[in-house]
């Protein structure tokens, strides 16, 4: 059973561009969560989605950011215009129903790095 | 605002002897509380829970320890071994299903 996958694991981009993060949960998952790492400081989140439902948007940036879960395929984080700060790591984290145990499970992360 | 905090950025042990990692909450509302280890270049793992029912969770050499009064969770390895360095972060949540807040975990190191 693979785990949450994420790619590409490193995205450079110039300033102005577009940046598209990808996440395929784990199987049976259909909870999935987006957190931001910036350089020295811990995880802060950013929207909690299931399929075709953006649940909680809360810690996304109004401007620039948007997210989505479709029902075919993986979960896509999206920044238009990139600017120097949002150079960060970018963690995708999947859970199972609500019913069990409350766990994410993390990918191994997109690093983004704008110029 | 920093709803998570460990106030220690890093800690170094002796092989063998017991790790004790800190965190503190502002939220009475978190009910349910994990331990995520992080390797450079790597995505958290999950490590151990507590539900805020329990004041005790073990599983094998990691124990969470939760006083709710204080608003305080630790984690003990106990014995340390170098493969336990690694970045640990604490994370809380309210009820099931929603997001985690994080700490800005603490650097350990596990001296041979």
């Known amino acids: 059973n693979a785990g949450v996958m994420q790619n590409p694991r490193h995205l450079v981009r110039r300033r102005g561009q577009e940046a598209r993060l990808r996440c395929s949960p784990m199987?049976?998952?259909?909870?999935v969560y987006w957190y931001r790492q910036l350089p020295e400081e811990g995880l802060k989140f950013m929207v909690y989605?299931?399929?075709?439902?953006?649940?909680?948007e809360s810690g996304m940036p109004k401007e620039r950011f948007s997210a989505e879960f479709p029902k075919e395929g993986p979960s896509i984080l999206r920044i238009q215009q990139v600017v120097r700060g949002d150079s960060a790591a970018y963690f995708c984290?999947?859970?199972?129903?609500?019913?069990?145990?409350?766990?994410?499970?993390f990918g191994a992360g997109t690093r983004l790095s704008v110029l | 605002d920093q709803q998570v905090k460990q106030n220690s950025p890093s800690l170094s042990v002796q092989e063998g002897r017991i790790s004790i990692l800190n965190c503190d909450y502002t939220?009475?509302?978190?009910?349910?509380f994990l331990w995520y280890k992080k390797y450079p270049a790597e995505g958290p793992t999950f490590l151990i829970s507590?539900?805020?029912?329990?004041d005790k969770n073990e599983d094998g050499r990691f124990t969470v320890f939760l006083n709710k009064s204080a608003k305080h969770l630790s984690l003990h390895i106990v014995p340390s071994q170098p493969g336990d360095s690694a970045v640990y972060f604490c994370?809380?949540?309210?009820?099931?299903?929603?997001?985690?807040?994080f700490g800005t975990g603490t650097s350990l190191t596990v001296i041979p």
């Open positions: 984290a999947s859970s199972p129903s609500l019913i069990a145990k409350n766990i994410q499970y």
């Open positions: 199987k049976g998952h259909s909870h």
């Open positions: 989605l299931q399929k075709e439902n953006i649940i909680d």
């Open positions: 939220n009475s509302m978190f009910d349910y």
């Open positions: 507590i539900s805020s029912i329990k």
């Open positions: 994370a809380a949540s309210v009820g099931t299903g929603n997001q985690f807040y």
